[in-house]
Structure formats: structure tokens, C-alpha cells
């Protein structure tokens, strides 16, 4: 009955930034990145993080604080999106392990041309869109920022 499952909260299950190893991540990693394998969760999208980066499909690994299990399609896993900061200090993107991220992802603000970023998702009863923006400082809206990252799931 519903074509997508999508879970939004602020700290990110997975990310190769600031906060990747954190003790409250690790801990809330082992509880819910399992029950989202269970019932097949599409995405999860996340801030804390003052960056963007989405990752592979994913599921838990044995060991929260290790590398979790990279898939090559969306039905192999959750993909986690991290994105967030506007408004915020920027952090580095992929500071800590990257091969579980899927290569698109940036930091802003000092040597970017982004003062921030965020994203527009779309969904209907077979396909979910989802485009991340980096926000440019004068302005535009979606129409003169740049997109930095696209990802469709199809069902």
C-alpha cells in the first residue's frame, strides 16, 4: 500500500563526516539500521552533519562502529542522505571512511561557491526523486543554485 518508506531524523546513521563515530551514533546505529533492513526502508535522510553526501544502498554490518554492508542497487539496501547546514559553519565531507559513500558529496561555505545546501524530493506510485541544491549567496532560489547530486529509486 505505500510504494516508499523514508525515515527523517537529525543525527546520520551513516556518514563520512564530523560525527560519523560518535557514541550516541554508534549506539543509535545498532538499534535502528536493523529495523530498517527489516522493513525494507528506501532512505533516510539526516543533518547534524553541516554538509551533503548520500551514500550506496546499505545495511547494517555486524559491528555498528565498523564498515556496514554496500550494495549495488536500491533494492540491496537504505540509501542515508546527509543534508544540512545552511545557515551553519561548514563541515568537510568524507573526513573519515568514504567507501560506503557514493561519490557525490561537498562541503560549503570557505572555498565553495554555497553558503549552504538542500534538497527537493519527489514521490509518486512508482518513482521517488530526490535533487540536492548547493545554495548559492545571492540568491536565485532553485532556479540559479547549482545541483550538486540527483538519485531516483524506481518501483
Do not use: W
Amino acid at each position: 500500500n505505500h510504494p516508499f518508506i523514508i525515515v527523517v531524523s537529525h543525527r546520520g546513521l551513516f556518514s563520512t563526516s564530523l560525527h560519523s563515530n560518535d557514541s550516541d551514533v554508534l549506539a543509535t546505529r545498532s538499534q535502528l539500521a536493523p529495523i530498517f533492513d527489516k522493513y525494507h526502508v528506501d532512505m533516510v535522510f539526516n543533518g547534524h552533519d553541516h554538509e551533503y553526501e548520500r551514500s550506496k544502498p546499505l545495511k547494517a554490518g555486524a559491528n555498528p562502529a565498523g564498515d556496514p554492508v554496500v550494495g549495488a542497487t536500491p533494492a540491496d539496501g537504505t540509501t542515508y542522505v546527509i543534508c544540512a547546514g545552511a545557515g551553519a559553519d561548514p563541515y568537510q565531507a568524507g573526513q573519515f571512511n568514504s567507501s560506503y559513500r557514493n561519490g557525490n558529496a561537498t562541503g560549503f561555505g570557505s572555498g565553495t561557491n554555497y553558503v549552504g545546501v538542500y534538497g527537493l524530493l519527489t514521490i509518486d506510485a512508482t518513482k521517488l526523486s530526490f535533487k540536492s541544491y548547493g545554495l548559492k549567496s545571492a540568491g536565485g532560489g532553485v532556479a540559479g543554485d547549482d545541483v550538486i547530486d540527483t538519485y531516483e529509486i524506481d518501483h
